[in-house]
């Protein structure tokens, strides 16, 4: 592997003494160094303590793990050192003032795929750095901002590889974890999402709960080939949304979490600052599309630090195909002989 880039060289040649741009690399080499350590952790599993113990059930039915707080205090305590204002956290209520004045804020999702901890499933941690507002404080409105303010937006997946996945606005690279060299080096560079597949993630359990429109579109998948859409789909759910989106991004696919008739869940269930709006910009720099189902994510502009969002995202033509589901006004048609795809009124849609 000594024949790749570095994660350090990567960044040292993106920045290039450029005095908006290094803030930003400084700040991911602190979050990647504070990962690699998080790698370590999560590698030993529980030779390392029972990392999947409850901490405390959050409200809105979230629960928190012992690793879980074990990541957020590490990624914050790796970021006093390098240019960032203010952290706001998943795992937190209100943003954290670290360097006031300084250029940088970064939003964490420190542990992504919590519930997966103790059965060794791949999980991971997600970030997602803006540029300070004038004030430079830690105040949450810092953080309400769309998602196409993003300057960088990565995760790190904790899996047989650890995986950095990292977007500075100029495409979608991957690197690995070199344990040897003790660096993140460039595997992948450049990925870009086929805008057709044939796989799809999403959880099945909950299909008695989801709108009319997202069982039409799952109905659809389902009848494969001697269905509406001709063609047999494969369908995926690992529930650690880092390693779907890692997937998605390496061969394809479609990943929904739409909201659904739950109580919590009308709104959706992944926080947009956290989760969605980083997703949307790596998914969007390699090609994909991200969106509630009715609008691009890196649109939205958030009301609350912790707000809630439908999410879609993936090979652009499914993307689309579940936005038209959720905008065109008699999508049912799609399941009536005269008004379908096939019959007199439509044209097929592929």
Known sequence: ??????????????????????????????????????????????????????????????????????????????????????????????????????????????????????????????????????????????????????????????????SLVLTVGAGTDIFTLDRVRGTFVLTRPQVQIPPVSNEFAINASNVRHWAKEVRQWFDDCIAGAEGPRGRNFNMRWIASMVAEAHRILVRGGVYAYPGDAREGYRNGRLRLVYEANPIAMLVEQAGGAASTGRERILDRLPRMLHERVPLIFGSREEVARLERHHIEPYPTGEHWPLFGRRGLFRAPLG
């Open 1 to 162: 592997m000594s024949s790749h880039v570095s994660l350090e060289e990567y960044l040292d040649n993106w920045a290039q003494g450029d005095s908006a741009r290094e803030p930003i690399a400084a700040t991911v080499r602190a979050l990647a160094a504070a990962c690699k350590d998080i790698a370590d952790v999560v590698a030993a599993g529980p030779l390392s303590g029972e990392l999947s113990e409850l901490q405390a059930d959050k409200a809105g039915g979230d629960f928190q793990t012992a690793l879980d707080v074990l990541a957020n205090t590490h990624l914050i305590d790796a970021l006093r050192a390098a240019p960032v204002a203010a952290v706001a956290s998943e795992e937190l209520d209100v943003p954290v003032a670290l360097a006031p004045g300084a250029p940088i804020i970064a939003a964490l999702d420190p542990l992504d795929g919590s519930s997966n901890i103790d059965t060794n499933v791949s999980i991971g941690t997600i970030f997602s750095l803006l540029r300070s507002l004038p004030t430079g404080g830690a105040e949450p409105a810092a953080f309400l901002r769309r998602g196409d303010e993003q300057v960088a937006a990565g995760y790190i997946l904790y899996g047989p590889q650890t």
